[in-house]
T-cell receptor
Framework: EAGVTQSPTHLIKTRGQQATLRCSPISGHTSVYWYQQALGLGLQFLLWYDEGEERNRGNFPPRFSGRQFPNYSSELNVNALELEDSALYLC?????????????FGPGTRLLVL | AQKITQTQPGMFVQEKEAVTLDCTYDTSDQSYGLFWYKQPSSGEMIFLIYQGSYDEQNATEGRYSLNFQKARKSANLVISASQLGDSAMYFCAMREVNTGTASKLTFGTGTRLQVTL
């Protein structure tokens, strides 16, 4: 069974541009989560999508947005890129939202903003 | 207040020895889940082990076991018979269920484990 996949693996943008990151969950998983791992800031929760709806977002500005498609894949968009947006963006999926449902992570997208 | 605390930024262990990675947490929820993930230099977060707040037995998964002490709010990861491939960052994480809408993982700052010959 395929795990969570993310594309692209690496992305280089300049300040002010927009970045689009993609995630495909494990087959059968309906929840998708996005996390940012920036140097010195640790892993921070960004967004949670379930059944096509945004259920929760972390403390990030509105220029971080996304969506979930009918096939449960997801897209993270970052507008007006800033240098501090450079980070590893990790996507995770789970099959439900009860406490014990494990989130399985993809390999991440490394975004570099110049 | 920090919800997940990992006080060991770095640890060394000799191959074939056991090592304990510390994790304490803070929550007012009765129902929560505790997870450990491994992150090699490649970046991918690999799920290792889960402990539910109502589980009476400590979780075990192969060489990984979780020493869960609920009253002390600690969930330490024990790796037995360390291997060179265990060298990585290890993150403790908690999942709370507040009103059913939270469903996010809160991570600690991680412990970098280095296994030596």
């Amino acid at each position: 069974e395929a795990g969570v996949t993310q594309s692209p693996t690496h992305l280089i943008k300049t300040r002010g541009q927009q970045a689009t990151l993609r995630c495909s969950p494990i087959s059968g998983h309906t929840s998708v989560y996005w996390y940012q791992q920036a140097l010195g800031l640790g892993l921070q929760f960004l967004l949670w999508y379930d059944e096509g709806e945004e259920r929760n977002r972390g403390n990030f500005p509105p220029r971080f947005s996304g969506r979930q498609f009918p096939n449960y894949s997801s897209e993270l968009n970052v507008n007006a890129l800033e240098l501090e947006d450079s980070a590893l963006y990790l996507c995770a999926s789970s099959s439900g939202t009860v406490t014990q449902e494990t989130q399985y992570f993809g390999p991440g997208t490394r975004l570099l903003v110049l | 207040a920090q919800k997940i605390t990992q006080t060991q930024p770095g640890m060394f262990v000799q191959e074939k020895e056991a090592v304990t990675l510390d994790c304490t947490y803070d929550t007012s929820d009765q129902s929560y889940g505790l997870f450990w993930y491994k992150q090699p230099s490649s970046g991918e977060m690999i799920f290792l082990i889960y402990q539910g707040s109502y589980d009476e037995q400590n979780a075990t998964e192969g060489r990984y076991s979780l020493n869960f002490q609920k009253a002390r709010k600690s969930a330490n990861l024990v790796i037995s018979a360390s291997q060179l491939g265990d060298s990585a960052m290890y993150f403790c994480a908690m999942r709370e269920v507040n009103t059913g809408t939270a469903s996010k993982l809160t991570f600690g700052t991680g412990t970098r484990l280095q296994v030596t010959l």
